[in-house]
C-alpha cells in the first residue's frame, strides 16, 4: 500500500510536539510492516542545517499559483528509516528560524498545501492513502478534489485527516479561500469551510477527508461534546460513522532503558530497584538538590496552561514541605516560567529546574523519578506518560482525554494492573490529594516497586497503534 502523510512536523528533522512523534513513529512503524511510505514537509532552515554535509537529490521542481502570487519550488528528497522525506522548498516562508507564530503563518501553510499538491501531480504519485495532520495542511483533500488539474486524477486515492490539537483551528478570513487556496467564496458560503465565521482549515479537514481520526478514544468522544469539541462537535457529529480515536504509542527503540545511552544505568522490569536508585542519585546530583530520601516528582512540558499549571503549584510545595525533591524540565508562557523560578529560589535544594528542552535530560528525568506529574486541563493523547511507563516512572495524570486510555489508576483493589495514579475534577484539591496519594504508595516499597513493573510492562508501542491505522487504510482501500 502506497501512504503518502503531509505534515508541519515530523522527527528527525523537525519538532516542536508531539505532531511530529506521531508522524514519525507511524510512519516508521508502517515502512517496518512493509508499507510504500512518504512524508512531505516544508524545508525549514533547521533542517537545511541538519542536512549541510549532505548531497540532496532534487526530487521535483514546478511552479505554484495562489491567486496572484506564482513561484518557482524546489523539492528535495532523503530517505530516513525506510520512510521517503519529500522537503518542500521555499525560503521566504520556510527560513524563519521557528516553525509557527508568524503573522502569516495562514499563508505560509496554504503555500505548502498547494505545493504539496503539485507535488503528487508532478511526480505522477498515486498514492492510496493520503494522510494529512492537523490545520497546516488540512484544506489538501479539499484542494485536490476541487482543482480542475488534480480532480479525477485521484479517483483511488483515500484521504484521512488526522486531528492532534483541536485547539488549532486553523482560522482565517474569507478572502483567503481564493487569495491562498484558488477556491471559490461558494465553500465559504455553503458552510463547507466555514467556522467562526471564518475559513477553517481544520474544519476543511474534516469535511472533505474520508476518514477522520483523533489521537485517543477517549479524546475522539470528548470532541462529539459540546464542553470538549471547542465548536466542532456538531461537525464532527455530522461526521461520527466516519470518525474513530486510536490511541498513540511512543518508540520503542528511543525509549528503552534497556540499552538507553543517555541515562545513568541501564535496567530491566527485573532489575528495575537497581536501577531506578542509580539513576535517581545521578538526577539530584545533576541538579544538585539534597536527598531527603523522599520521592522524586518530575515534569517534562510545555509550560502553557493546558498542562495543569495552576493546580501544579499547590501541590509543588506540598510535597516539597513533606521531604519529596520535584524536578521541572520545559518552557513557556513566561508567567509560569517566573513561578518555576519563584519556587527554586524559595526551595533551592530540593526544586531542580531546566528552561528550556534538552532530549538527554529528559531521558535521565524519566529514568531517574518515581512519579510524573501531568494533570492536563484537556489532553489529546500525551506521551509524557507513556515514556514516563516504560522507565517505570508512574504518572499521575488528569483522567481526560488519551491519560485516561493509557493510565489505569491505583486503588486499592487493582494492585495487580494499575500502572499509576489519576484523578477527575480539575481542581488544587484533587490535584494535592492524588499527589499526597502517591507519597503514601512511596512509603509501601513492595507496593510501589510492583506498580512501577506493572508500567514498564505496559504496551504502548507503536506496533499495537499501527495496526488500527492499517485496518482503517484497507477498509478505506479494500486492500
Avoid at 93 to 110: K, P, Q, T
Avoid at 121 to 129: A, E, F, R, V, W
Avoid at 178 to 198: C, P
Avoid at 434 to 443: D, G, L, R
Amino acid at each position: 500500500m502506497k501512504i503518502v502523510m503531509v505534515a508541519s512536523e515530523s522527527r528527525p528533522f523537525c519538532k516542536t510536539g508531539g505532531l511530529a512523534d506521531v508522524v514519525y513513529s507511524l510512519s516508521k512503524e508502517l515502512a517496518v510492516q512493509g508499507e510504500d511510505v512518504s512524508i512531505i514537509l516544508p524545508f525549514y532552515d533547521s533542517i537545511r542545517r541538519q542536512l549541510a554535509n549532505e548531497k540532496l537529490t532534487k526530487a521535483a521542481s514546478f511552479q505554484t499559483h495562489m491567486s496572484w502570487r506564482q513561484q518557482s519550488v524546489d523539492v528535495y528528497l532523503v530517505k530516513r528509516d525506510g520512510i521517503d522525506y519529500y522537503l518542500i522548498e521555499n525560503r521566504q516562508y520556510f527560513e524563519r528560524g521557528h516553525i509557527y507564530g508568524d503573522f502569516d503563518d495562514g499563508e505560509r501553510f496554504g503555500f505548502f498545501t498547494i505545493a504539496a499538491k503539485e507535488l503528487l501531480l508532478t511526480l505522477k504519485m498515486s498514492p492510496d492513502i493520503v494522510h494529512v495532520h492537523d490545520w497546516q495542511a488540512g484544506m489538501l483533500p479539499c484542494i485536490m478534489r476541487m482543482h480542475a488539474d488534480a480532480r479525477g486524477k485521484f479517483n483511488n486515492t483515500k484521504y484521512v485527516f488526522t486531528i492532534h490539537n483541536p485547539a488549532f483551528q486553523g482560522l482565517m478570513p474569507k478572502f483567503t479561500l481564493g487569495d491562498f487556496y484558488n477556491l471559490t467564496d461558494e465553500l465559504f458560503d455553503n458552510g463547507s469551510v466555514r467556522f467562526k465565521d471564518q475559513v477553517s482549515t481544520l474544519k476543511a479537514g474534516i469535511v472533505y477527508s474520508d476518514k477522520i481520526t483523533t489521537v485517543s478514544p477517549t479524546h475522539h468522544l470528548e470532541l462529539l461534546t459540546p464542553e470538549g469539541g471547542m465548536g466542532l462537535d456538531g461537525v464532527l457529529r455530522y461526521r461520527e460513522w466516519d470518525f474513530s480515536g486510536i490511541l498513540n504509542g511512543i518508540d520503542y527503540l528511543e525509549f528503552n532503558p534497556e540499552n538507553d545511552p543517555q541515562i545513568e544505568a541501564s535496567y530491566t522490569a527485573k532489575t528495575l530497584i537497581s536501577g531506578k536508585a542509580k539513576n535517581r542519585e545521578a538526577l539530584l546530583k545533576q541538579f544538585n538538590l539534597k536527598d531527603n530520601k523522599g520521592p522524586i516528582y518530575s515534569l517534562v512540558t510545555r509550560i502553557t496552561w493546558q498542562k495543569g499549571f495552576d493546580i501544579i503549584f499547590p501541590a509543588v510545595e506540598e510535597v516539597v514541605n513533606r521531604g519529596a525533591n520535584v524536578i521541572m524540565l520545559g518552557s513557556g508562557e513566561y508567567q509560569y516560567e517566573q513561578k518555576w523560578e519563584e519556587l527554586r529560589r524559595k526551595y533551592p535544594d530540593r526544586i531542580g529546574l531546566f528552561i528550556g528542552y534538552s532530549d538527554p535530560l529528559a531521558h535521565k528525568i524519566y529514568a531517574g523519578s518515581d512519579f510524573f506529574i501531568m494533570p492536563s486541563l484537556f489532553e489529546p493523547c500525551g506521551l509524557g506518560q507513556m515514556i514516563a511507563q516504560r522507565y517505570g516512572t508512574l504518572p499521575i495524570v488528569r483522567r481526560t482525554g488519551g491519560l485516561r486510555d493509557s493510565v489505569i489508576c491505583y486503588d486499592s483493589s487493582n494492585e495487580e494492573t494499575s500502572n499509576g495514579f489519576g484523578f477527575d475534577a480539575y481542581s488544587v484539591y484533587e490535584m494535592n490529594r492524588t499527589a499526597h496519594y502517591a507519597f503514601e504508595v512511596y512509603q509501601d516499597k513492595k507496593l510501589l516497586h510492583r506498580l512501577m513493573k506493572n508500567a514498564m510492562l505496559t504496551d504502548n508501542s507503536w506496533q499495537k497503534s499501527t495496526q488500527e491505522y492499517l485496518k482503517l487504510y484497507k477498509q478505506l482501500t479494500n486492500k
